[in-house]
């Protein structure tokens, strides 16, 4: 590893703005287990491992930038939830956070259902073998080829997000002779305390039917008359990196409310409940989030006292989480390219992804952490800021992180809790090479993502 010279950044203290950001870790070379996978750790030489292969040897192999997932760890994490939520309730991964073939299997294997959104996220499933009455199909916009799809292939449920979706799912469904098992999506108007672009509850976004007004009261009375669907239960999914279940419990208590008007109305009692995912991951050592079998048994509670209070049969629950199951599996590995010390204001520090392969600290203000990987060290700690080589200021991959102020070009940098929403947000910006995806366990990795190619890139370009 080459360890070419550079002025020394400035100290902490110098730059810290009081107050504004906490002291640096006494340890720099620890790894706060909350935001690792869980069988990452040092070697005797003091290199990251995971799943028992250690990370010089993985950029070697794979090259960087690349996703490192911990398969043991996804597989503790999948059945865990599968656990808590026992056989009285179904678990459905999302999709959305990390879908691969080889993720598909292990989900299958672990007993946990599927929800895509999209017809290659159902394919996805399909191809690796998820049995299709395990998938849930979402999507506020669904194609009418996307639909026929997924009535054709037999999926368990298509959760309705808009009136015009009843019409066409019913269409689709009578005109191909069968009736499609149906979730109503609502939105029960709870603020979810995240951050904006990834609430999903509250009424002022595109997602689902407000109960407000009575509009998800009319979607029931419209679905019940028609003879394509059979409606087997209400959705509600309030948001996303949540920590605290009273947004739930909220939620709970107003789709409990409806299904307790469909019974008056109706006289029918429905089976099912989904409230969705969005429980939140340790991005940082200041998130605490809770186990799987804290959040089964309150969200269980919840809906169970709700349903007494209205005199219903529990309907079976169901739940949706994708980040916490896939987040905290996989860390991004990078190798550090330039050290740029700004005097006065922080060390920039360079490494070969960025925005391309980790779009969420631009666009949410995410936080992460980070940790020198490749060796330990006893240098003070610098404050640094993560950047990306992408043409764009706001390529940012961690705002602010200590890192060892011996820090060097050809050091690898490994970023924790990059599983979910990572990979499958990345892009071609700058025509980046999107990296791959590669699964440790056992003292063996192998590759369930390729890395792009410039040929993928070009083979797009017919022009
Ligand atoms: C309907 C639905 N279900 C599940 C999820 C998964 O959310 P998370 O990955 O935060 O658990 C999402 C995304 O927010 C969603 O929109
Ligand atoms: N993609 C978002 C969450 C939204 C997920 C799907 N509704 C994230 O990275 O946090």
């Known amino acids: ?124 499933a399909l191809l690796a073998g998820m049995p299709a009455d395990r998938i849930a199909f979402h ?30 799912v019913a269409h689709i469904a009578s005109s191909l002779g069968t009736r499609q098992r149906v979730q109503i999506r609502v939105t029960v108007g709870v603020e979810a305390h995240t951050h904006e672009f990834i609430a999903t509850a509250h009424e002022d976004q595109k997602f689902g039917i407000p109960l407000a007004d009575g509009q998800a009261a009319e979607a029931v009375r419209r679905v019940l008359r028609l003879d394509g669907l059979e409606l087997i239960g209400i959705h509600s999914h309030i948001g996303s990196q ?11 208590h107003r789709v409990v409310g409806l299904l307790k008007d469909i019974r008056d109305e109706h006289g029918v009692e429905l089976p099912e409940i989904d409230l969705g995912g969005g429980l939140g991951i340790a991005y940082t050592g200041d998130d605490d989030p809770r186990e799987p079998h804290e959040i089964a048994k309150a969200l269980t509670e919840i809906v169970s006292r709700e349903c007494e209070a209205a005199r219903l049969r529990t309907p079976r629950i169901s739940v949706e989480p994708g980040r916490a199951i896939v987040g905290p599996t996989a860390f991004t590995l990078y190798e550090v390219g330039t050290i740029k010390p700004l005097e006065r204001l ?49 390529d940012i991959v961690v705002r602010d992180a200590f890192l060892p102020s011996d820090l060097a070009p050809g050091d690898l940098l490994a970023v924790p809790a990059t599983g979910a929403y990572c990979r499958s947000m990345a892009s071609n910006y700058n025509h980046a090479l999107r990296p791959p995806v590669v699964a440790v366990s056992d003292g063996e990795a192998r590759v369930i993502v390729r890395r792009e190619t410039e040929e993928d890139l070009l083979r797009l370009d017919v022009g």
């Open 139 to 168: 999507g506020n916009n669904k194609s009418t080829e996307e639909i026929t799809r997924a009535i054709e292939s037999g999926v368990g449920r298509i959760v309705l997000d808009s009136f015009q979706e009843i019409v066409r």
């Open 242 to 252: 949540i920590f605290d279940t009273s947004g739930f419990e909220v939620a709970a």
């Open 1 to 124: 590893m080459s360890r070419s010279a550079h002025p020394a950044g400035p100290r902490y203290a110098d730059v810290l703005p009081e107050g504004h950001y906490s002291a640096p870790p006494t340890d720099l070379n620890a790894l706060d287990a909350k935001v690792w996978a869980q069988t990452v750790c040092r070697n005797a030489d003091g290199i990251v491992t995971v799943g028992g292969v250690d990370v010089r040897t993985l950029a070697e192999r794979f090259g960087t930038p690349a996703y490192f997932i911990d398969e043991a760890d996804f597989r503790a994490r999948a059945r865990a939830w599968r656990t808590a939520f026992g056989p009285d309730a179904d678990v459905f991964y999302a999709g959305k956070a990390f879908l691969s073939r080889a993720v598909v299997r292990w989900l299958h294997e672990e007993g946990l259902n599927l929800d895509v959104c999209s017809g290659g996220e159902l394919t996805t």
């Open 346 to 394: 922080r060390t920039y520090v360079s490494v070969d992804g960025g925005m391309s392969d980790n779009i969420r600290t631009a666009l949410y203000d995410a936080e992460y952490s980070v940790a020198l990987a490749s060796r330990t060290s006893d240098a003070e700690p610098m404050l640094v800021r993560i950047v990306g080589k992408h043409c764009e200021s706001g």
